[in-house]
C-alpha cells in the first residue's frame, strides 16, 4: 500500500530558528506531494505543491520543500520561525496511476514556536 | 477566493440520534469531500463526490452516508450517531479539471456524541 511518513509528530523551535518537518513516502513513479498546514480550530491550508517541474517548491510564508527521489523525501523548511508559524503540518501524497481522488494524508506534525 | 463553509462548527449529539453536516462551496467545484480527523491519525477519507448525485466510498464509510443533491453542496449523514463518531469533520473541495489541483477546506465541525 502506498503511504506517506512524517517522522516527527511534535517539533519545538526557538523564534528566528530554522524549521525542518520531514516527510518520507513510499516510491512511485511521479507522485504529487503536498504540504498543508492547519492552525488552531481552523480548516487545512495549502503550503505547497510538488508536480514534477522543479524540484524545490517555494510555498506561502516562507516555507520551501525539496522533492529528492533518492531518497523517497520531501521535507518542509523555513530559515527562520516565527510565532504565526505555531500549527500542526500534513505532508500529502497523490500517486499517479491512482484514483485521481484519492490522497494519502500523514499523521501530522505539531510545530510549537517558543520565544 | 474558494470558500467552503461548514454551517456547524460545534455539535454535541446523544447516541442514537440522526447527525447531518452540511457543506457549502462557492467556486463551482465538481469534486467534493467529507474527511474525519482524530489526533494521531491524520486525516482520513470517508466520502469522495466527483459529480451532483455521484459519491465513492472512501477509507472509513461504515456508519455514515452522504448526499450530492446540488453541485454546490455536500451532506455528510450519521444515521444513528456512536461514541465513536466523537471527531473533528472536514470537508473539502477540489476542481475536477485539474488533475493536480488543491483541496480547499472548510474550518471543520467538530461533533461531540455523548
Known amino acids: 500500500a502506498q503511504s506517506v511518513t512524517q517522522l516527527d509528530s511534535h517539533v519545538s523551535v526557538s523564534e528566528g530558528t530554522p524549521v525542518l518537518l520531514r516527510c518520507n513516502y513510499s516510491s512511485s513513479y511521479s507522485p504529487s506531494l503536498f504540504w498543508y498546514v492547519q492552525h488552531p480550530n481552523k480548516g487545512l491550508q495549502l503550503l505547497l505543491k510538488y508536480t514534477s517541474a522543479a524540484t524545490l517548491v517555494k510555498g506561502i510564508n516562507g516555507f520551501e520543500a525539496e522533492f529528492k527521489k533518492s531518497e523517497t523525501s520531501f521535507h518542509l523548511t523555513k530559515p527562520s520561525a516565527h510565532m504565526s508559524d505555531a500549527a500542526e503540518y500534513f505532508c500529502?501524497?497523490?500517486?499517479?496511476?491512482?484514483?485521481?481522488?484519492?490522497?494519502?494524508f500523514g499523521k501530522g506534525t505539531l510545530l510549537t514556536v517558543n520565544p | 477566493d474558494v470558500k467552503v463553509t461548514q454551517s456547524s462548527r460545534y455539535l454535541v449529539k446523544r447516541t442514537g440520534e440522526k447527525v447531518f453536516l452540511e457543506c457549502v462551496q462557492d467556486m463551482d467545484h465538481e469534486n467534493m469531500f467529507w474527511y474525519r480527523q482524530d489526533p494521531g491519525l491524520g486525516l482520513r477519507l470517508i466520502y469522495f463526490?466527483?459529480?451532483?448525485?455521484?459519491?465513492e466510498k472512501g477509507d472509513i464509510p461504515e456508519g455514515y452516508s452522504v448526499s450530492r443533491e446540488k453541485k454546490e453542496r455536500f451532506s455528510l449523514i450519521l444515521e444513528s450517531a456512536s461514541t465513536n463518531q466523537t471527531s473533528m469533520y472536514l470537508c473539502?473541495?477540489?476542481?475536477?479539471?485539474?488533475?493536480?489541483?488543491?483541496?480547499?477546506f472548510g474550518e471543520g465541525s467538530r461533533l461531540t456524541v455523548l
Open positions: 500529502v501524497v497523490r500517486y499517479s496511476g491512482g484514483s485521481n481522488y484519492k490522497l494519502t
Open positions: 473539502a473541495s477540489r476542481s475536477g479539471a485539474v488533475n493536480t489541483g488543491e483541496l480547499f
Open positions: 463526490s466527483y459529480d451532483v448525485k455521484m459519491k
